[in-house]
């Protein structure tokens, strides 16, 4: 049973410009989440996505939006790049009926130049 | 979700007992203890969650107080691959509740 997988590993891009980081949740799970995680600090919430619908936003400008697929797959988009997005972008899926825990995945590290 | 209190680091001897203490002096009535760890470079592994009662699984030990105002993750024998970040983290079990890290607590397990 794959776990959560996350796509790419790594990506380098320069300040303005446009990003999109893809997650494949847990089989059985409905719910992704996705986290930003600066060096040396924990992660920090984003958003939510369950029903192809953000349910819950952390504090995070209009610049990351994101997506859910029917498949239940995720995407984040990050516009408008700048140097302070450089950072581990994680994505954790659950599934609210199972009441499951998170699970994460290993990680997207974006580098902005 | 009610806030937590973790030391900034903690070193253990290799097959020594890990006890990483956490404090949530304003946990709720309706919020569980959960503890995740994240090791270098990975995305963060839940460990074990409780009410409160102490809980066991293959993993570790959670202990906590009589009051719920503070915990301890235990895990028995502690190995060079237990090296990681420890995070307490306290907040209502539902399915869909995001997660609040705090710094937690980066634990070193020496030779």
């Known amino acids: 049973d794959a776990g959560v997988t996350q796509s790419p590993t790594h990506l380098i891009k320069t300040r303005g410009q446009q990003v999109t980081l893809r997650c494949s949740p847990k089989s059985g799970h409905d719910t992704v989440s996705w986290y930003q995680q600066a060096l040396g600090q924990g992660p920090q919430f984003i958003f939510q996505y369950y029903e192809e619908e953000e349910r819950q936003r952390g504090n995070f400008p209009d610049r990351f939006s994101g997506h859910q697929f029917p498949n239940y797959s995720s995407e984040l988009n990050v516009n408008a790049l700048l140097l302070g997005d450089s950072a581990l972008y994680l994505c954790a899926s659950s599934s609210a009926a199972l009441n499951t825990e998170a699970f994460f995945g290993q990680g997207t590290r974006l580098t902005v130049v | 979700d009610a806030k937590t209190t973790q030391p900034t680091s903690m070193d253990c001897a290799e097959g020594r007992a890990a006890n990483l203490p956490c404090n949530h002096s304003?946990?709720?009535?309706?919020?569980?203890v959960y503890w995740y760890r994240q090791i270098h470079s990975q995305g963060p592994q839940y460990i074990i969650h409780g009410l409160k009662n102490n809980e066991t699984n293959e993993m570790a030990s959670l202990i906590i107080t009589e009051d719920r105002k503070s915990s301890t993750l235990i895990l028995p024998h502690a190995t060079l691959r237990d090296t990681a970040v420890y995070y307490c983290?306290?907040?209502?079990?539902?399915?869909?509740?995001?997660?609040?890290f705090g710094s937690g607590t980066r634990l070193q397990v020496q030779p």
């Open positions: 304003t946990i709720s009535g309706n919020e569980y």
């Open positions: 983290i306290v907040r209502v079990a539902t399915g869909r509740r995001a997660l609040t």
